[in-house]
């Protein structure tokens, strides 16, 4: 009797906005998410490829399950890896990051503190704190092993961290703690209650990425159904980020192809009879680049957005075999 694969495991997020922005990433990729009898079932399958089991669970589970390898991919925060992983890239390979899941991690001091501007100042303040008052500056957090790495990172000893449970940013004004370390995306709630961010503050810029199980079983059969998801997102990738320049231009110098790539981080697709050019080129940079091409030129350029861009090499799966070797 022929024994059953074991499917690849991708956990990703089971509520709120980011599950819905990771839906709607691997939609984009033509790879659907369905879970099986509605959003009660916590178990499902991706559409498009066979034998992947798609495990809906909260973002701080997926971190888990990656470093324990019962899960082979996962979409997640680098901030909940980084806090709750030690070691976390001998276990966890980050892949690639997705655009959204947004949030710095920093060091915010009270905005009464107008000559504490950057954790060298901070420092100072510690000390002076511990003399004047027998004890240690207060920092409240959810990020321990984050904090402690960063401030010890700067040289920073005289303090104590108070374990935050409800909501970082109003333990000073509470007289719970003398700062803060915490998430933001845009600073208003920080400044909302008074707070201000270090200069030198930022311990991590955090956002959601598709990462891996270093440590899951990656049975030849995974392999490839990995192969095929992250063909499927480097092709969407590929295609949102980049355009197709083309254009006739007569014999090119021969820095041309090494100056447009210096200039325009432009890549050669095809080089054809009487100079005819296609080029793909950083979406953000193709008006500079048509506008260089004429100036070399070019009577033309062609510009069009595609929606895939499939090819032979799948830089996301070649990462990810050299992590699990």
């Known amino acids: 009797m022929e024994q059953k694969q074991a499917p690849l495991v991708l956990a990703v997020p089971s509520k ?7 839906t709607a ?4 990729a033509g790879l659907s998410l369905v879970q099986g009898r509605g959003a009660r079932d916590y178990r499902g399958t991706l559409k498009g490829i066979d034998g992947v089991e798609v495990a809906f669970v909260s973002a701080s589970d997926i971190v888990t399950h990656l470093a324990q390898g ?7 925060g680098e901030d909940l890896i980084r806090e ?3 070691d976390a890239d001998s276990k966890i390979a980050l892949l690639t990051p997705l655009g959204f899941g947004f949030a710095n991690v920093v060091v915010a001091v009270p905005q009464a503190w107008i000559d504490v501007r950057t954790m060298a100042d901070l420092d100072d303040v510690a000390i002076l704190y511990r003399a004047r008052r027998g004890e240690r500056m207060r920092v409240a957090t959810k990020y321990v092993n984050l904090t402690r790495r960063f401030f010890a ?3 920073v000893t ?7 449970l409800g909501a970082t940013e109003g333990a000073p004004a509470a007289g719970q703690a003398e700062l803060i370390v915490d998430i933001t995306t845009t600073g208003s709630t920080l400044a909302a209650n008074a707070l201000k961010i270090l200069d030198d503050g930022v ?12 440590g899951a079983e990656w049975s030849e059969a995974n392999r490839e159904k990995a192969r095929l998801i992250l063909s499927h997102i480097a092709a969407e990738e590929e295609g949102r980020t980049t355009r197709e320049v083309s254009t006739v231009l007569q014999n090119c110098a021969e820095d041309f192809f090494e100056e447009a790539k210096g200039r325009f981080a432009a890549r050669l697709r095809h080089y054809g009879k009487e100079g005819h050019l296609i080029i793909a080129c950083p979406a953000e940079k193709v008006s500079g680049f048509a506008d260089w091409l004429i100036a070399r030129g070019a009577a ?3 510009v069009s957005a595609q929606e895939y861009v499939f090819s032979a090499a799948n830089p996301l799966y070649d990462r990810l075999i050299e992590k699990i070797r």
Not at 16 to 22: F, T
Not at 25 to 28: E, L, T
Not at 70 to 76: D, E, F, I, Q
């Open 153 to 155: 990172s700067k040289h």
């Open 84 to 86: 709750s992983v030690s």
């Open 203 to 214: 311990i991590l810029r955090s956002e959601a990425n598709l990462a891996a199980s270093i």
């Open 158 to 164: 005289d303090y104590r961290i108070v374990e935050s």
């Open 300 to 302: 033309y350029v062609g």
């Open 70 to 76: 019962s899960a082979h991919l996962g979409v997640t």
């Open 25 to 28: 990433f691997f939609a984009r």
């Open 16 to 22: 709120g906005r980011l599950q819905e922005n990771v």
